[in-house]
């Protein structure tokens, strides 16, 4: 027993389904802060931590926030609140060695949400590519009542803000916590602003495309019409980091480093690097119509639309090897081969802290997950139609995605982010379990 300013009694509750139980599994330490630690996790797992006001009579667990375990260590967070709190730990397998993996990663998932865009460019209008919907009473409300325009993707910082590169409406903008709307970058306008730093709101863009979000709040853009990636500073500033002479052709993925010395981003058929001494150079030029990239260790993953295939591409070489998909435009084949199914349109991607890939389809209408082994299962269903299941768990027969997808990230608490681009929807799937 630990006595703060209210009383903590700690359980552990083991989970034996798994291949291998991890009968030592405990909690370690707990503080009056809110973490909570703990030794011999599952090292591809997922750890949630419960909560109870008391241990007799008609005792009611609450789940709180899951957390990917990726060795036998970890520590986590609850609220403290005031009055006894009872903790216990729950620990799930998603090792490809145990057959409930697969159902362990979708339960640690919950609730479907809109987060942005009310619809207004929905399907009617899906021959309107280049409309900006954005109007100036947008500007600080609910961002389920913005109608957005043809969003491409969406990514997190760490305070929880959701950054949307609205391409026709030449803008990117910010969900805040409390739900709101903001645009933080671009005049909502087509142009081609000032290089030098400026206040963001003030710098025209042209169809900007990739983006990529720091924990910080600094934002990359990949501003296409003008062959440009500009940075935004957690100041509000905007300044160019460099512009491509020979143009960008489509863009979409992006990748900068840490120290913004080596840039990715895609340009059509074309993956190309720049360098400050050595400016924008094509690493590879195999491609059909690029989606999105993101880092594997020092190799690149990129989804090719056009050909309907993701690839590892060497960041010395340039050379690629098919990594999944065999070209073909059907829906996918649940719990088979990623490499011999379809990815038709395939888009997002996006690689959890314990390994696979989740994979968003633009002209399927699917999302799927790949696991550590290659298999492919289906995650969340559409048919370019409906827009349903806000409210409800995500994982469902049902369709619930509307398709046309753009991009899934994850945040630093694991929800899952999706971008629904030609009906106009930012997406999330919670990364909570709905019951102990």
């Not at 789940?63 to 006894?84: I, K, L, V």
């Not at 209408?365 to 409210?391: E, I, K, R, T, Y």
Request: net charge negative; charged share 15%.
């Amino acid at each position: 027993m630990f006595q703060f300013r209210y009383s903590l009694c700690l359980l552990v509750l083991w989970f034996l389904r798994s291949a291998s139980a991890q009968t030592n599994f405990q909690i370690t330490g707990v503080n009056a802060a809110g973490q909570i630690n703990w030794t011999n996790s599952f090292p591809a797992g997922v750890c949630t931590v419960e909560t109870a006001t008391q241990l007799t009579g008609n005792v009611s667990w609450s789940t709180g926030q899951n957390f990917f375990t990726t060795n036998s260590t970890g520590r986590g967070a609850f609220t403290p609140t005031n009055g006894n709190q009872f903790f216990r730990l729950l620990a799930v397998n998603l090792s490809t060695n145990t057959p409930l993996a697969w159902t362990n990663l979708i339960q640690s998932y919950g609730l479907l949400h809109t987060i942005a865009g009310d619809g207004d460019a929905g399907y009617s209008k899906v021959g309107v590519d280049g409309s900006n919907y954005w109007q100036s009473s947008y500007e600080g409300g609910y961002a389920t009542n913005a109608a957005l325009s043809r969003p491409h993707f969406a990514m997190a910082d760490n305070a929880g803000n959701i950054f949307i590169i609205d391409k026709c409406s030449d803008a990117l903008e910010k969900v805040t916590p409390d739900g709101r709307i903001h645009t933080v970058a671009g005049t909502h306008a087509i142009g081609n602003g000032p290089d030098a730093a400026t206040i963001a709101t003030n710098v025209a863009m042209n169809l900007p495309n990739g983006l990529l979000v720091r924990g910080d709040g600094t934002a990359y853009i990949l501003d296409t019409g003008n062959g440009k990636v500009r940075r935004l500073a957690t100041n509000g500033m905007l300044t160019t980091l460099f512009t491509d002479s020979s143009g960008v052709n489509g863009g979409r993925g992006l990748l900068v480093s840490t120290d913004e010395t080596s840039v990715y981003y895609c340009s059509g058929a074309d993956l190309r690097h720049w360098t400050p001494s050595g400016g924008s150079k094509n690493l590879n030029t195999q491609f059909n119509d690029l989606g999105n990239i993101i880092f594997n260790g020092t190799n690149l993953v990129v989804t090719d639309r056009g050909d309907n295939t993701v690839w590892i591409v060497n960041t010395n070489s340039g050379a690629r090897t098919l990594l999944y998909g065999n070209g073909g435009e059907n829906l996918v084949v649940d719990d088979t081969r990623a490499l011999t199914n379809s990815l038709y349109g395939v888009r997002g991607i996006w690689q959890p802290p314990t390994g696979g890939y989740f994979l968003v389809m633009d002209y399927s209408a699917q999302m799927v997950f790949v696991d550590a082994a290659g298999v492919l299962h289906l995650f969340l269903n559409g048919q370019n139609d409906d827009h349903a299941g806000d409210g409800g768990w995500f994982y469902s027969p049902a369709s619930y995605f509307t398709g046309q997808g753009r991009s899934v990230t994850m945040d630093n608490q694991g929800n899952l982010i999706i971008v629904e681009n030609d009906t106009g929807y930012v997406r999330k799937v919670d990364f909570h379990r709905l019951t102990p």
